[in-house]
């Protein structure tokens, strides 16, 4: 581990932290942009969409060389000058070379990812071009000598006296905070600079094969003059742009401003073939083709589908983390989930690790990405290279390899904590206060303490009575309800045993793995999958029930993923995944039992958080409302009910708790103006997140499982006989 | 969908970006309506329909001062630029133009005040509906320099407000005259 980066990194996180303004516009930002989008797509089949948009990007990667031919062959026809530049120098070279050619002074720029990604502007100036970027956000962060702060809204980390501020220094007078005003400053301070330049730079959204021609999706208008005016025109195009018809163009320009900004459509769309004319003459036209890590990104088997992405930027608006420190700290030139990994591959791994650590996995991103990339999973993946490459630290190693694989190791050394923490539990059921060097983790939350009798124990005293029964089930505690929250696994069992169900708990189980991938540490994920897998199916339940939305998608998602390629375990795998079932859809999906508990609860006002693992991990948040509300219950939605918690596992524990804590805070807000006494969920995780900040913040609203929930109404049930 | 609810659909999502849909009954109304929005010089570059229905001199008759040839310079300074349209796309609300010729970039970019006659006939549901005629501009011509254009230039970069009219067009009519130009590969 690099010790001294990850220290800088930090220290960057506390300045972000320490300004709640740029938070707060982030998040109004972030709820907007989704009211926005959802008007914009009303209609549409999202899914559908992105499902076309994600297969015909994977056709353009697999038909690489093809199309590519095709596309330069149709655009030089046309008169244009295509250079395919390997990296950021090369590419950097030739445009500068150009610039020196023509004497050029002055370049004016549209907006280009493309050119931050290579710092064309540094080549520029080294050749004697001055390049002026004329997108107002980037301009704003050009005379301000920042970076953008997000894909498409360069400047969101601004605020209007800033502008004024670095106006006021160009024009030399004192230019008032007013964005109207500011905006015409902007628009009579760059007309000029287009009839001087004698070259204009922009990117491209698509390079479309058929025609040989680029389609630029701008809002402003400085594009169309930037490649109107000045005699050349110099469009920066990453490879991956290129789509094979106009048809697939149209439908990347339909779904991109959708999704970028909530418009149906960006006021341009600039469709350009070939060099036309200008002045007298023919416009020089150049398309400059970068690579710089796009090919060896297309042969990562796990991070390809990367290169499907379209730069809508969504993935960062919705992003908790980023709402809470910024693209500046949370991205490199790329920000947000796809800046992780396009980091990874086009500025090297070692600008991407802190970023790979950073992300919390709540898979907001994938549910908003046009393009249908798993953006978490490529993340993890990331994660377990950087964590080969440089280690995830001795200690971190030690308790995987050596005590978690080893599970009667590691529940006895649990068990052993829980006889050390007796001095802080003080008998208690929480840990209000830690001592020394531990007490930052009890600062913002209380921790549950770790059960007396681990669920396991427990189960092996609990007496089933279940004449008949309908199915076998065995329970997949992990690690959480085990250990936790035993309570939770009895509930469960009684809840089953209502609906004729008899539970068994297989005692060989041991973690699910998923801390392990999420700290880089691959072998121990799939040592445990093995672990598991013999374990739960050696009873032959008819199904597996889960309490933990992470543990369902491990044993649903990832033990698959694991041993896909291991015939002698996969087989195995894919029949765990196939009976695995969260324990709220079993009740209603198989066993049809929501009628038991109709309106036995006594009626309380509950308001309900989507775990991130259940909702975007498993697919499951209508059952465990409509279980709830059935039960008796009054269901009042909080706002940002599927924001993630912030817990992440050990991202709350040790990586990240500041920005835990912060993206805790936001839910506890939530909740408390919910109105609700009580926020149920389906996930252990969230429980110890939410019940500790709710405690801490002393909001007297109780955080329960939903299962509890259900144990609790049928205990109401008037007994029989 | 009926040629009706195009017409309607095109108007809606127009007017929602900001632009304004004006109904004529002849390129004479039409005229007269820019002849009231105009200050200054008016860019009208030569296209096939403007020229078919001697759009100049019934633009002059209203009184306008009206520039043909022009160079990027003039352009700058003029108040407003004319020009038809190839075609419309209705769920967006935008309009197609064939801007290969330099004049009609010039027209469309430079002036604060974009003005745009459309033959409603001319008027697709949606981008996809678009490809049709964008490929057949493409098969026509070797080089193409197509705009879709919605709405006026706006921005939201400082602050995320909507700001309208930062380096292109600050305002954009559009013109409906029936019977104008049918063709849609033609402006
Ligand atoms: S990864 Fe997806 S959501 Fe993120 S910028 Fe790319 S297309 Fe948009």
């Given at each position: 581990?690099?010790?001294?980066?990850?220290?800088?990194?930090?220290?960057?996180?506390d300045?972000?932290?320490?300004?709640?303004?740029?938070?707060?516009?982030?998040?109004?930002?972030?709820?907007?942009?989704?009211?926005?989008?959802?008007?914009?797509?009303?209609?549409?089949?999202?899914?559908?969409?992105?499902?076309?948009?994600?297969?015909?990007?994977?056709?353009?990667?697999?038909?690489?060389?093809?199309?590519?031919?095709?596309?330069?062959?149709?655009?030089?026809?046309?008169?244009?000058?295509?250079?395919?530049?390997?990296?950021?120098?090369?590419?950097?070279?030739?445009?500068?070379?150009?610039?020196?050619?023509?004497?050029?002074?002055?370049?004016v720029?549209?907006?280009?990812?493309?050119?931050?990604?290579?710092?064309?502007?540094?080549?520029?100036?080294?050749?004697?071009?001055r390049?002026?970027?004329?997108?107002?956000?980037?301009?704003?962060?050009?005379?301000?000598?920042?970076?953008?702060?997000?894909?498409?809204?360069?400047?969101?980390?601004?605020?209007?006296?800033?502008?004024?501020?670095?106006?006021?220094k160009?024009?030399?007078?004192?230019e008032?905070?007013?964005?109207?005003?500011?905006?015409?400053?902007?628009?009579?301070?760059?007309?000029?600079?287009?009839?001087?330049?004698?070259?204009?730079?922009?990117?491209?959204?698509?390079?479309?094969a058929?025609?040989?021609?680029?389609?630029?999706?701008?809002?402003?208008?400085?594009?169309?003059?930037?490649?109107?005016?000045?005699k050349?025109h110099?469009?920066?195009?990453?490879?991956?742009k290129?789509?094979?018809?106009?048809?697939?163009?149209?439908?990347?320009?339909?779904?991109?401003?959708?999704?970028?900004?909530?418009?149906?459509?960006?006021?341009?769309?600039?469709?350009?073939?070939?060099?036309?004319?200008?002045?007298?003459?023919?416009?020089?036209?150049?398309?400059?083709?970068?690579?710089?890590?796009?090919?060896?990104?297309?042969?990562?088997?796990?991070?390809?589908?990367?290169?499907?992405?379209?730069?809508?930027?969504?993935?960062?608006?919705?992003?908790?983390?980023?709402?809470?420190?910024?693209?500046?700290?949370?991205?490199?030139?790329?920000?947000?989930?796809?800046?992780?990994?396009?980091?990874?591959?086009?500025?090297?791994?070692?600008?991407?690790?802190?970023?790979?650590?950073?992300?919390?996995?709540?898979?907001?991103?994938?549910?908003?990405?046009?393009?249908n990339?798993?953006?978490?999973?490529?993340?993890?993946?990331?994660?377990?290279?950087?964590?080969?490459?440089?280690?995830?630290?001795?200690?971190?190693?030690?308790?995987?390899?050596?005590?978690?694989?080893?599970?009667?190791?590691?529940?006895?050394?649990i068990?052993?904590?829980?006889?050390?923490?007796?001095?802080?539990?003080?008998?208690?059921?929480?840990?209000?206060?830690?001592?020394?060097?531990?007490?930052?983790?009890?600062?913002?939350?209380?921790?549950p303490?770790?059960?007396?009798?681990?669920?396991r124990?427990?189960?092996?005293?609990?007496?089933?009575?279940?004449?008949?029964?309908?199915?076998?089930?065995?329970?997949?505690?992990?690690?959480?309800?085990?250990?936790?929250?035993?309570?939770?696994?009895?509930?469960?069992?009684?809840?089953?045993?209502?609906?004729?169900?008899?539970?068994?708990?297989?005692?060989?189980?041991?973690?699910?793995?998923?801390?392990?991938?999420y700290?880089?540490?691959?072998?121990?994920?799939?040592?445990?999958?093995?672990?598991?897998?013999?374990?739960?199916?050696?009873?032959?339940p008819?199904?597996?029930?889960?309490?933990?939305?992470?543990?369902?998608?491990?044993?649903?998602?990832?033990?698959?993923?694991?041993?896909?390629?291991?015939?002698?375990?996969?087989?195995?795998?894919?029949?765990?995944s196939?009976?695995?079932?969260?324990a709220?859809?079993?009740?209603?999906?198989?066993?049809?039992?929501?009628?038991?508990?109709?309106?036995l609860?006594?009626?309380?006002?509950?308001?309900?958080?989507?775990?991130?693992?259940?909702?975007?991990?498993?697919?499951?948040?209508?059952?465990?409302?409509?279980l709830?509300?059935?039960?008796?219950?009054?269901?009042?939605?909080?706002?940002?009910?599927?924001?993630?918690?912030?817990?992440?596992?050990?991202?709350?524990?040790?990586?990240?708790?500041?920005?835990?804590?912060?993206?805790?805070?936001?839910?506890?807000?939530?909740i408390?103006?919910?109105?609700?006494?009580?926020?149920?969920?389906?996930?252990?995780?969230?429980?110890?997140q939410?019940?500790?900040?709710?405690?801490?913040?002393?909001?007297?609203?109780?955080?329960?499982?939903?299962?509890?929930?259900?144990?609790?109404?049928?205990?109401?049930?008037?007994?029989?006989? | 969908?009926?040629?009706?609810?195009?017409?309607?659909?095109?108007?809606?999502?127009?007017?929602?970006?900001?632009?304004?849909?004006?109904?004529c009954?002849?390129?004479?109304?039409?005229?007269?309506?820019?002849?009231?929005?105009?200050?200054?010089?008016?860019?009208?570059?030569?296209?096939?329909?403007?020229?078919?229905?001697g759009?100049?001199?019934?633009?002059?008759?209203?009184?306008?001062?009206?520039?043909?040839?022009?160079?990027?310079?003039?352009?700058?300074?003029?108040?407003?630029?004319?020009?038809?349209?190839?075609?419309?796309?209705?769920?967006?609300?935008?309009?197609?133009l064939?801007?290969?010729?330099?004049?009609?970039?010039?027209a469309?970019?430079?002036?604060?005040?974009?003005f745009?006659?459309?033959?409603?006939?001319?008027?697709?549901?949606?981008?996809?509906?678009?490809?049709?005629?964008?490929?057949?501009?493409?098969?026509?011509?070797?080089r193409?320099?197509?705009?879709?254009?919605?709405?006026?230039?706006?921005?939201?970069?400082?602050?995320?407000?909507l700001?309208?009219?930062?380096?292109?067009?600050?305002?954009?009519?559009i013109?409906?005259?029936?019977?104008?130009?049918?063709?849609?590969?033609?402006?």
């Amino acid at each position: 581990m690099n010790k001294q980066r990850s220290k800088d990194y930090r220290k960057q996180i506390d300045q972000a932290l320490a300004t709640p303004k740029l938070q707060d516009a982030l998040h109004k930002f972030g709820d907007a942009f989704l009211v926005s989008r959802e008007k914009a797509f009303g209609g549409l089949d999202f899914e559908q969409l992105r499902g076309r948009i994600a297969e015909m990007k994977t056709g353009v990667r697999e038909h690489h060389g093809e199309l590519m031919e095709q596309f330069i062959a149709n655009a030089e026809a046309a008169g244009a000058i295509v250079y395919q530049a390997r990296d950021a120098a090369d590419a950097n070279r030739y445009i500068a070379d150009l610039a020196r050619r023509k004497k050029a002074t002055l370049g004016v720029k549209s907006k280009s990812m493309v050119s931050e990604e290579i710092h064309l502007n540094k080549a520029l100036e080294k050749a004697g071009t001055r390049a002026l970027e004329t997108d107002l956000g980037e301009w704003i962060v050009q005379l301000a000598g920042q970076r953008p702060s997000h894909m498409v809204m360069p400047a969101i980390h601004m605020f209007k006296e800033e502008v004024a501020e670095l106006f006021s220094k160009e024009t030399g007078r004192q230019e008032p905070a007013e964005i109207e005003h500011l905006v015409e400053v902007a628009r009579r301070q760059l007309r000029e600079s287009y009839f001087q330049a004698e070259i204009g730079i922009t990117g491209a959204n698509v390079a479309i094969a058929e025609t040989g021609g680029i389609a630029l999706v701008t809002n402003e208008g400085n594009a169309r003059l930037a490649s109107t005016l000045p005699k050349v025109h110099v469009a920066l195009i990453g490879i991956e742009k290129l789509v094979p018809t106009l048809e697939d163009a149209a439908r990347v320009v339909q779904i991109l401003p959708k999704n970028a900004t909530g418009q149906l459509l960006t006021s341009y769309v600039t469709w350009i073939r070939g060099a036309v004319p200008c002045g007298d003459e023919e416009k020089e036209l150049h398309f400059v083709l970068l690579d710089n890590g796009r090919s060896s990104l297309a042969e990562s088997t796990q991070c390809r589908d990367a290169l499907n992405c379209i730069r809508c930027g969504a993935c960062a608006n919705v992003c908790p983390v980023y709402q809470t420190v910024g693209g500046h700290v949370f991205g490199h030139i790329y920000i947000g989930a796809i800046g992780i990994i396009l980091t990874a591959f086009y500025h090297g791994l070692d600008n991407a690790a802190e970023l790979v650590k950073a992300c919390i996995g709540c898979r907001s991103c994938v549910s908003v990405c046009p393009a249908n990339i798993d953006l978490e999973e490529i993340i993890l993946h990331l994660r377990e290279t950087v964590g080969d490459e440089e280690g995830i630290g001795a200690g971190k190693a030690l308790v995987f390899r050596k005590v978690m694989q080893n599970r009667k190791l590691f529940h006895t050394m649990i068990k052993a904590a829980s006889m050390l923490q007796k001095p802080v539990t003080r008998g208690e059921r929480t840990i209000r206060h830690l001592p020394l060097f531990f007490s930052p983790l009890t600062e913002w939350r209380t921790l549950p303490a770790i059960a007396d009798t681990a669920l396991r124990d427990a189960f092996k005293a609990k007496a089933q009575q279940v004449e008949k029964p309908r199915y076998r089930v065995a329970l997949f505690g992990g690690c959480a309800n085990d250990f936790l929250y035993p309570e939770l696994g009895l509930d469960l069992i009684e809840v089953m045993n209502a609906l004729d169900v008899e539970v068994f708990y297989p005692q060989e189980q041991n973690c699910c793995g998923i801390p392990a991938i999420y700290s880089g540490e691959k072998e121990t994920a799939v040592e445990l999958a093995k672990q598991n897998i013999d374990a739960m199916l050696a009873g032959h339940p008819d199904y597996v029930l889960t309490t933990c939305p992470t543990c369902a998608m491990a044993l649903k998602h990832n033990f698959v993923e694991h041993l896909k390629d291991n015939p002698a375990w996969a087989k195995k795998a894919e029949k765990l995944s196939s009976i695995t079932v969260d324990a709220a859809s079993f009740v209603l999906n198989q066993l049809d039992g929501a009628g038991i508990f109709a309106d036995l609860a006594e009626k309380e006002k509950i308001t309900y958080h989507d775990s991130c693992h259940l909702k975007r991990g498993v697919g499951v948040w209508q059952e465990p409302r409509r279980l709830i509300k059935e039960s008796g219950h009054d269901l009042v939605e909080m706002d940002h009910a599927d924001r993630c918690c912030g817990f992440g596992g050990s991202y709350s524990l040790t990586s990240h708790p500041d920005i835990s804590r912060k993206i805790l805070a936001d839910k506890v807000h939530d909740i408390e103006a919910s109105g609700a006494t009580c926020v149920a969920m389906d996930c252990p995780g969230c429980m110890m997140q939410i019940r500790g900040g709710l405690e801490k913040a002393e909001v007297p609203v109780r955080a329960q499982h939903t299962i509890e929930l259900l144990a609790a109404a049928l205990r109401n049930k008037p007994t029989e006989k | 969908m009926m040629n009706q609810s195009l017409i309607e659909l095109f108007s809606e999502k127009a007017v929602a970006v900001g632009a304004e849909v004006i109904s004529c009954t002849s390129i004479a109304e039409a005229a007269t309506f820019v002849a009231g929005k105009v200050d200054g010089p008016l860019l009208v570059p030569t296209f096939p329909s403007g020229c078919r229905s001697g759009l100049e001199t019934v633009l002059r008759d209203a009184g306008l001062d009206v520039l043909n040839a022009f160079s990027s310079e003039t352009a700058g300074r003029a108040d407003g630029g004319l020009t038809g349209t190839n075609f419309a796309i209705a769920d967006t609300g935008s309009l197609v133009l064939e801007s290969t010729a330099e004049d009609i970039r010039l027209a469309t970019t430079l002036p604060p005040k974009q003005f745009a006659l459309l033959d409603p006939a001319k008027i697709v549901a949606d981008g996809l509906a678009a490809v049709d005629p964008m490929r057949r501009l493409h098969q026509r011509d070797a080089r193409n320099y197509i705009a879709y254009i919605t709405g006026p230039s706006r921005t939201a970069d400082i602050e995320r407000v909507l700001t309208i009219g930062v380096h292109g067009p600050k305002e954009l009519f559009i013109l409906l005259v029936p019977g104008f130009s049918s063709d849609f590969l033609e402006m």
